[in-house]
């Protein structure tokens, strides 16, 4: 069974940074184009970067320049690295799955990220 695991997430300070992380367990990353969304409070689910097995990350607007999303095949992990860390960032951050054979997808637990003026 294939699951993902966030981590990373915290609280920061406007300006700060953090680095987050999803592990895919129960098959191999490179079966899988990836993805980082997040949910602010009464908001949608929103794209953030989209990682996929090849070519470049491609990012929403509202964080190109701060964040920076890479995957790792060797390690099954995919990274989202954050700075210039902004109060409207404030959001659960999730990470999804999407099978390149097959219609599937998976969603992590998300991990929460506070982000304080």
């Known amino acids: 069974q294939v699951q993902l695991v966030e981590s990373g997430g915290g609280s920061v300070q406007a300006g700060g940074s953090l680095k987050l992380s999803c592990i895919i367990s129960?098959?191999?990353?490179?079966?899988?184009?990836m993805g980082w969304y997040r949910q602010a409070p009464g908001k949608q689910r929103e794209l953030v970067a989209g990682v996929p097995t090849r070519g470049p990350t491609d990012y929403a607007e509202s964080v190109k320049g701060r964040f920076t999303g890479s995957r790792d095949n060797t390690k099954n992990t995919i990274s989202l690295e954050m700075n210039s860390l902004k109060p409207e960032d404030t959001a659960v951050y999730y990470c999804?799955?999407?099978?390149?054979?097959?219609?599937?997808?998976?969603w992590g637990q998300g991990t929460q990220v506070i982000v304080s003026s």
């Open positions: 999804k799955a999407s099978s390149t054979w097959t219609s599937r997808f998976y």
């Open positions: 129960g098959d191999t990353l490179n079966n899988y184009e």
